[in-house]
């Protein structure tokens, strides 16, 4: 016999149904095995496809490194990097992976198989022990130079020699592997050459500079590396898959189509499925982003990673392993990720030039004159070194990460995370912002706005009756019914003999009398048709509130604007940058937010298509994909940054390239600003190295400076950058 208990837990499944849009949303092709020709992959070159997860890549750089790497072996037709994933992926005629993982090795990365266990990280101590050696060491060799010179000097040699030992020998593992001019070069020529003409404290500086600003990009691509971990724990290790009527517990990758499996209450899907159970709400919401728990009927497929929210069900699985809705999205990310060419440091860049270029230009010096001339070779093996040392890339070195850090540190005070350098770089270019509605212009949580009465009985008593029958359902516009009555303090009555009514909505005993609450169309109400059109066409939900099959009321619902979207796109209008809406919301609701903000939009996308419209707006100029979502990441990574709202998901927060922490609206302005202000820091900076660099090289060809006027140059450059990048902190 049912009691109001049990019952009382079936009451969310039919809450989706019943609260629905007018336009339900189209069908999610993520549950299709056509989703996969919608988004067809590149074509990928003839051979066996042979993949690695790759372990040691600090930056974007890295990802360049390995591949150059991999190409060096024979039989390699075709290498991509995906540095997000950590994946190398290598296509040949014939078996070379012993070659590749030799090769790779060899620069100084590590392969393992896809399947192998993770390797155990080292602790935060592990890893920054050299840093705090070093740090250590400089400290002690800075004493030691103020009470006597010579063992100063000694120390100073020995700090730059312990330092330099790993760079130098990345750098010519690098160099084995095909990349000649790499960074850890450009440091090692520069660290060197200052020992040589005895700027012991200026080489071991370098050393100590380039390995905090390693350090600071390892960590900050680590962070960004664990929105995809936690993309792929969306899906259970393992499921529960019936056989010949008995259950037993298997690995999520055993699972293959035409299997039958169990997902407990709020547990999630391993597989894409259809559901064999009469109904059930899911919470899909990891694909989506929309708040509501979907219905779903016996025979309609349900996604991977969605939620049962409410009971038991069983499910047939449809998707191959390695090609659920997750799967796919992984690899959307994959792909936006190959669209864009990996982010490489302006130093490494420039390095190809100016590190050989120098070096040319200080042996030249050196020994031409003395060769061609006759002159005497001690003088102008002096002004070889000296060249060198104005060479040193110490100020321009530290003219990028000295802005970056400030610039980094100012917008952490404005409530803003820019993972890396590069972020803030590209987040300065952007001229147009997408934005994710639900959760990002929006609070992403239902909110009763209207209750209009169509009987003899008052709004509140109306609202308390509704709050009745609601009370104990986990469904977000049940709550917002509750929440609204607890709100205004209204005494709700205790409901008996809740029911839910199958495709009807939910009924209950409130007072001795049956009451229903069910979506417009359950219930005949053509005298209000015209008020409910226009609440639903101004992008609300609304629900009837039924007694005794008399129509009492008209409860309206929506999802409202955060407080400050309006301010926030203003000031973006400010600094000439456009935005739309890309939501997969029914375009009703959409066009009502849109219309509100002043903003154009795009409803009813799936995240592949939301990929389309990032990837199309991005042709046309720099975009910034706003979201709070799992399914806003692969647009995040296709748009030129992925910015997420603090309030998001941790896929979201880790995956985007910034975000907002404060989960203020009007900080997004504020971090587009800051960022332009850094680039530009960024060029002055690069300007005062450079042109110091220049005129000091003229002087010294001319013999009108010496070595210590160069040492003062480099010094002096590397004072007046750092000073300039200390601005951005004062900045307003």
Request: with cysteine; glycine share 8%.
């Amino acid at each position: 016999m049912s009691t109001p208990e049990t019952d009382r837990k079936n009451v969310p499944q039919f809450s989706a149904l019943r609260f629905a849009p007018a336009e339900a949303p189209k069908e999610s092709c993520c549950c299709d095995d056509a989703c996969a020709d919608s988004q067809p992959l590149p074509e990928a070159p003839s051979g066996s496809r042979y993949s690695w997860n790759v372990s040691g890549m600090d930056c974007a750089a890295c990802a360049r490194k390995v591949e150059n790497a991999a190409r060096q072996v024979s039989g390699v037709s075709h290498v991509q990097v995906m540095f997000a994933t950590e994946k190398l992926v290598v296509t040949a005629d014939t078996d070379i992976r012993p070659q590749v993982e030799k090769a790779v090795s060899a620069a100084g990365y590590t392969l393992r198989s896809e399947d192998a266990p993770e390797e155990k990280p080292q602790s935060a101590w592990q890893e920054n022990l050299p840093l705090i050696a070093l740090i250590v060491m400089m400290a002690l060799s800075w004493g030691l130079e103020q009470f006597n010179h010579p063992f100063g000097q000694m120390a100073f040699i020995a700090t730059t020699l312990i330092g330099l030992y790993p760079i130098a020998r990345q750098a010519l593992r690098l160099m084995k592997s095909g990349s000649w001019f790499a960074i850890e070069t450009l440091m090692s020529v520069a660290a060197i050459g200052a020992l040589f003409i005895g700027a012991t404290a200026e080489a071991a500086m370098v050393l100590l500079l380039f390995l905090i600003g390693e350090r600071l990009e390892g960590w900050a691509a680590n962070r960004a590396r664990q929105g995809v971990s936690a993309l792929m724990a969306l899906k259970p290790d393992t499921a529960v898959r019936i056989r010949n009527g008995e259950r037993e517990t298997v690995a999520q990758r055993d699972l293959r189509p035409g299997d039958v499996i169990e997902v407990a209450a709020g547990g999630r899907l391993p597989a894409d499925g259809t559901l064999i159970s009469a109904f059930a709400s899911f919470d899909e919401s990891a694909l989506t982003g929309e708040s509501v728990p979907v219905e779903r009927n016996a025979g309609e497929k349900v996604a991977a990673g969605a939620t049962s929210v409410d009971r038991l069900v069983q499910l047939t699985v449809v998707s191959e392993p390695g090609d659920s809705a997750i799967d796919r999205i992984l690899r959307l990310i994959e792909e936006a990720e190959e669209k864009r060419a990996p982010i490489e440091r302006f130093i490494d860049r420039f390095s190809r030039i100016y590190t050989p270029a120098i070096m040319l230009v200080a042996l030249l010096v050196a020994v031409l004159p003395p060769l061609l001339m006759g002159a005497e070779w001690q003088p102008w093996i002096y002004k070889g070194l000296t060249l060198l040392l104005i060479g040193c890339p110490c100020a321009l070195v530290i003219s990028t990460p000295a802005a970056i850090t400030s610039g980094l540190a100012a917008a952490a005070r404005r409530g803003a995370l820019i993972k890396g350098g590069a972020a803030l770089e590209q987040l300065g270019r952007i001229q147009q912002v997408a934005f994710d509605k639900t959760g990002t212009l929006t609070i992403g949580k239902p909110q009763v706005t209207d209750v209009l009465v169509t009987a003899d009985i008052s709004s509140d008593e109306l609202l308390a009756m509704a709050a009745s029958v609601e009370q104990g359902s986990s469904h977000p516009l049940a709550q917002a019914i509750v929440q609204a009555a607890q709100d205004k303090e209204l005494a709700i009555p205790q409901a008996q003999e809740q029911r839910a009514l199958a495709g009807s909505g939910i009924e209950a005993q409130v007072n001795g009398e049956r009451v229903l609450i069910c979506a417009p169309g359950k219930f005949p109400a053509v005298a209000w048709a015209e008020q409910i059109q226009i609440r639903e066409s101004a992008g609300q939900t609304v629900v009837l509130v039924v007694r005794n099959e008399t129509l009492l009321g008209i409860i309206s619902l929506r999802d409202t604007l955060r407080s400050d979207a309006r301010e926030a796109v203003d000031a973006l209008h400010q600094l000439g940058v456009q935005g739309v809406i890309l939501t997969g919301d029914n375009p009703r609701a959409a066009a009502a937010i849109a219309e509100e903000l002043g903003l154009d939009f795009r409803a009813g996308l799936l995240p592949e298509d939301k990929v389309t419209e990032v990837s199309a707006l991005n042709a046309k100029a720099a975009l910034a994909m706003v979201g709070d979502g799992i399914n806003d990441a692969p647009a995040m990574k296709a748009a030129t940054i992925g910015i997420a709202m603090g309030s998001g998901t941790d896929v979201a927060l880790e995956t985007a390239d910034a975000a907002l922490t404060s989960n203020r609206l009007t900080g997004l302005a504020q971090m587009i600003a800051l960022a332009r202000a850094t680039h530009a820091n960024i060029r002055q900076n690069i300007g005062i190295a450079l042109g110091l660099k220049a005129i000091f090289l003229i002087t010294t060809l001319l013999g009108l400076t010496g070595l210590w006027l160069a040492v003062l140059a480099d010094t002096g450059a590397t004072v007046l950058v750092t000073a300039n990048a200390l601005r951005l902190l004062r900045k307003k």
